[in-house]
Nanobody, 123 residues
Framework: QVQLVESGGGLVQAGGSLRLSCAAS????????MAWFRQAPGKEREFVSA????????DYASSVNRRFTISRDNTKNALYLQMNSLKPEDTAVYYC????????????????WGQGTQVTISP
């Protein structure tokens, strides 16, 4: 099972940018679908973005499409989320996750989760 650690969260003004990183340890990182989810206080955890094993196929929630970019570097066992044009509605704890399945948006199919990193966007 892969272990995940997120970093890069913080406080930025609306319209700003932030880059999240997820460091993975364990074997066969290149065999996992990787994803970002987020959860705001009092809200359900929601899908943000996912990326196929080789980075060739990306999926985005409509709320972040064209603003966020997901990427991975399999040589470094790392996953990234570049977030631009940030909005107050993006405020949440962001989690990276790893899956052995192909249902990109189904949180139940992700077997490994990081501890989360707080992203706060001020108006």
């Amino acid at each position: 099972q892969v272990q995940l650690v997120e970093s890069g969260g913080g406080l930025v003004q609306a319209g700003g940018s932030l880059r999240l990183s997820c460091a993975a340890s364990g074997r066969d990182f290149n065999k996992y679908v990787m994803a970002w989810f987020r959860q705001a206080p009092g809200k359900e955890r929601e899908f943000v973005s996912a990326l196929s094993q080789n980075g060739g196929l990306a999926d985005y929630a409509s709320s972040v499409n064209r603003r966020f970019t997901i990427s991975r570097d399999n040589t470094k066992n790392a996953l990234y989320l570049q977030m631009n044009s940030l909005k107050p509605e993006d405020t949440a704890v962001y989690y990276c996750a790893a899956s052995s399945y192909q249902k990109f948006r189904d949180a139940a199919r992700y077997g490994s989760w990081g501890q989360g990193t707080q992203v706060t966007i001020s108006p």
